[in-house]
Protein backbone atom coordinates (compact mmCIF):
# COMPACT_ATOMS: atom_id res chain seq x y z
CA UNK A 1 0.00 0.00 0.00
CA UNK A 2 1.28 3.55 -1.08
CA UNK A 3 1.87 5.70 2.69
CA UNK A 4 -0.46 8.37 1.04
CA UNK A 5 -3.26 5.87 0.86
CA UNK A 6 -2.28 3.61 4.23
CA UNK A 7 -2.03 7.64 6.27
CA UNK A 8 -5.78 8.19 4.28
CA UNK A 9 -7.05 5.05 5.92
CA UNK A 10 -5.88 5.18 9.45
CA UNK A 11 -8.53 4.87 11.75
CA UNK A 12 -9.75 3.95 14.75
CA UNK A 13 -11.42 0.71 14.22
CA UNK A 14 -14.17 0.23 17.44
CA UNK A 15 -15.83 -3.14 16.53
CA UNK A 16 -13.86 -6.13 15.59
CA UNK A 17 -15.01 -9.59 14.26
CA UNK A 18 -13.83 -12.61 16.89
CA UNK A 19 -11.46 -14.32 13.96
CA UNK A 20 -8.13 -14.47 16.15
CA UNK A 21 -5.25 -12.57 14.25
CA UNK A 22 -2.48 -15.01 12.94
CA UNK A 23 0.65 -15.04 15.03
CA UNK A 24 2.80 -14.14 12.46
CA UNK A 25 0.82 -11.61 11.00
CA UNK A 26 0.33 -9.88 15.15
CA UNK A 27 4.60 -10.28 15.73
CA UNK A 28 4.80 -8.25 12.10
CA UNK A 29 2.69 -5.64 13.70
CA UNK A 30 4.70 -5.71 16.92
CA UNK A 31 8.08 -5.94 14.74
CA UNK A 32 6.97 -2.64 13.65
CA UNK A 33 7.59 -0.92 16.80
CA UNK A 34 11.40 -1.64 17.27
CA UNK A 35 11.92 0.84 14.02
CA UNK A 36 10.27 3.81 15.79
CA UNK A 37 12.76 6.64 16.90
CA UNK A 38 14.20 6.24 20.50
CA UNK A 39 16.16 9.43 22.02
CA UNK A 40 19.76 8.11 22.12
CA UNK A 41 18.81 4.59 20.66
CA UNK A 42 17.46 4.09 24.41
CA UNK A 43 14.81 2.01 23.13
CA UNK A 44 13.23 1.55 26.49
CA UNK A 45 10.15 0.35 24.96
CA UNK A 46 7.92 -2.78 26.57
CA UNK A 47 4.71 -4.48 25.26
CA UNK A 48 2.44 -6.47 27.03
CA UNK A 49 0.28 -8.54 24.64
CA UNK A 50 -3.03 -9.83 26.02
CA UNK A 51 -4.50 -12.40 23.70
CA UNK A 52 -6.02 -15.13 26.41
CA UNK A 53 -9.80 -14.57 25.96
CA UNK A 54 -9.98 -15.13 29.77
CA UNK A 55 -7.08 -12.47 30.44
CA UNK A 56 -8.92 -10.01 28.08
CA UNK A 57 -12.60 -10.26 30.43
CA UNK A 58 -10.26 -9.84 33.47
CA UNK A 59 -8.95 -6.56 31.62
CA UNK A 60 -11.81 -5.07 30.51
CA UNK A 61 -13.37 -5.77 34.38
CA UNK A 62 -10.13 -3.72 35.56
CA UNK A 63 -9.62 -0.93 33.30
CA UNK A 64 -12.73 -0.48 32.03
CA UNK A 65 -15.26 -1.33 34.52
CA UNK A 66 -17.60 -3.20 32.01
CA UNK A 67 -17.52 -7.17 30.76
CA UNK A 68 -15.82 -7.69 27.70
CA UNK A 69 -17.79 -6.37 24.92
CA UNK A 70 -19.17 -8.82 22.26
CA UNK A 71 -17.05 -6.92 19.60
CA UNK A 72 -14.07 -6.11 21.46
CA UNK A 73 -10.98 -6.71 19.97
CA UNK A 74 -8.91 -10.38 20.31
CA UNK A 75 -5.45 -8.33 20.76
CA UNK A 76 -4.70 -5.45 23.39
CA UNK A 77 -1.32 -4.24 23.47
CA UNK A 78 0.01 -2.11 26.29
CA UNK A 79 2.71 -0.30 25.94
CA UNK A 80 5.12 0.35 29.05
CA UNK A 81 8.00 3.41 28.32
CA UNK A 82 10.63 2.83 31.02
CA UNK A 83 12.53 6.33 31.57
CA UNK A 84 15.20 4.11 33.90
CA UNK A 85 16.89 2.64 30.27
CA UNK A 86 16.88 6.78 28.96
CA UNK A 87 18.09 7.82 32.20
CA UNK A 88 20.87 4.80 31.93
CA UNK A 89 21.72 5.86 28.23
CA UNK A 90 22.14 9.29 28.68
CA UNK A 91 24.47 8.34 31.88
CA UNK A 92 27.02 6.63 29.34
CA UNK A 93 30.07 8.87 28.01
CA UNK A 94 29.12 9.23 24.54
CA UNK A 95 25.48 11.21 26.22
CA UNK A 96 27.47 13.36 28.67
CA UNK A 97 28.35 10.96 31.20
CA UNK A 98 26.92 10.65 35.25
CA UNK A 99 27.03 14.39 35.32
CA UNK A 100 25.52 15.12 32.31
CA UNK A 101 22.73 17.10 31.94
CA UNK A 102 20.07 14.48 30.99
CA UNK A 103 21.36 11.89 33.48
CA UNK A 104 18.52 12.68 35.76
CA UNK A 105 14.84 13.36 34.93
CA UNK A 106 14.97 17.02 35.09
CA UNK A 107 17.41 17.58 32.94
CA UNK A 108 14.96 16.71 30.29
CA UNK A 109 13.48 19.56 28.17
CA UNK A 110 10.18 17.39 28.21
CA UNK A 111 10.54 15.52 31.38
CA UNK A 112 8.53 12.30 29.47
CA UNK A 113 10.38 12.18 26.97
CA UNK A 114 10.10 7.70 26.57
CA UNK A 115 6.41 8.90 26.30
CA UNK A 116 7.11 10.60 23.13
CA UNK A 117 8.54 7.28 22.05
CA UNK A 118 6.01 5.45 22.80
CA UNK A 119 3.78 7.23 21.22
CA UNK A 120 5.79 6.90 18.34
CA UNK A 121 6.00 3.02 18.64
CA UNK A 122 1.83 3.21 18.84
CA UNK A 123 1.31 4.79 15.58
CA UNK A 124 3.74 2.41 13.58
CA UNK A 125 1.69 -0.10 15.27
CA UNK A 126 -1.22 1.26 14.32
CA UNK A 127 0.00 2.17 10.45
CA UNK A 128 1.32 -1.39 10.24
CA UNK A 129 -2.14 -3.04 11.63
CA UNK A 130 -3.88 -1.03 8.39
CA UNK A 131 -0.89 -2.25 5.80
CA UNK A 132 -1.74 -5.35 7.04
CA UNK A 133 -5.69 -5.38 6.91
CA UNK A 134 -5.80 -5.43 10.73
CA UNK A 135 -8.18 -3.08 12.42
CA UNK A 136 -6.49 -1.22 15.22
CA UNK A 137 -7.50 1.39 18.09
CA UNK A 138 -5.52 3.24 20.59
CA UNK A 139 -7.49 4.13 23.70
CA UNK A 140 -6.92 4.90 27.47
CA UNK A 141 -7.09 2.80 30.64
CA UNK A 142 -9.73 5.35 32.71
CA UNK A 143 -9.59 2.97 36.05
CA UNK A 144 -8.21 -0.04 37.36
CA UNK A 145 -4.14 1.53 36.25
CA UNK A 146 -2.82 -0.05 39.76
CA UNK A 147 -3.97 -3.56 39.75
CA UNK A 148 -2.98 -3.53 35.47
CA UNK A 149 0.26 -2.82 36.40
CA UNK A 150 0.65 -5.15 39.69
CA UNK A 151 -1.08 -8.43 38.47
CA UNK A 152 0.73 -8.25 35.08
CA UNK A 153 3.92 -8.33 36.83
CA UNK A 154 4.84 -4.68 35.89
CA UNK A 155 8.20 -3.03 37.72
CA UNK A 156 7.45 -1.00 40.05
CA UNK A 157 7.64 3.17 38.99
CA UNK A 158 6.54 1.91 35.21
CA UNK A 159 3.11 2.84 33.81
CA UNK A 160 1.07 1.50 31.58
CA UNK A 161 0.17 4.67 28.84
CA UNK A 162 -2.49 3.29 27.47
CA UNK A 163 -3.55 0.47 25.09
CA UNK A 164 -3.63 -0.83 21.51
CA UNK A 165 -6.55 -2.90 19.90
CA UNK A 166 -5.66 -5.27 17.39
CA UNK A 167 -8.28 -7.61 15.49
CA UNK A 168 -10.16 -7.62 12.10
CA UNK A 169 -12.64 -5.26 11.35
CA UNK A 170 -16.19 -6.19 12.04
CA UNK A 171 -18.70 -6.62 9.53
CA UNK A 172 -21.00 -3.19 9.56
CA UNK A 173 -18.01 -0.92 11.44
CA UNK A 174 -18.22 2.58 10.60
CA UNK A 175 -16.72 5.52 11.58
CA UNK A 176 -18.73 7.27 14.52
CA UNK A 177 -18.81 9.81 17.08
CA UNK A 178 -16.63 12.78 16.88
CA UNK A 179 -14.76 11.55 13.35
CA UNK A 180 -17.90 12.23 11.88
CA UNK A 181 -19.87 14.96 13.86
CA UNK A 182 -16.37 17.07 13.08
CA UNK A 183 -14.78 18.13 10.13
CA UNK A 184 -10.52 17.88 10.18
CA UNK A 185 -8.85 20.78 10.56
CA UNK A 186 -7.48 22.47 7.81
CA UNK A 187 -3.70 22.59 7.35
CA UNK A 188 -3.26 26.62 7.43
CA UNK A 189 -4.83 26.08 10.74
CA UNK A 190 -2.51 24.16 12.21
CA UNK A 191 0.54 25.47 10.52
CA UNK A 192 2.40 28.82 11.57
CA UNK A 193 5.16 29.58 9.66
CA UNK A 194 7.84 31.42 11.39
CA UNK A 195 6.70 31.68 14.47
CA UNK A 196 2.69 31.51 16.11
Same mark, same amino acid.
Given at each position: M? *?? #???RRRRMVHHFASRPVPQEVL #? /??LESARHAPSAGFSQGLALIVLDDREQLAW *???? /? !? !?TER? !??APPV????VPDKRVYLERYQRPDKGGPQ???ATESGWP /??? *?? #?? #??????MLILLKAVDLGI???FFGIPYGHDELVQTLGVPEGLRVIGAIGLGYQADGDRMEGSSVTIPRRELSGMVHRGGW
Open positions: E *FA #DLV #D /TI *FWRA /T !Q !QP !QDVVLPGPR /TPY *FW #DV #DAAMACGAW
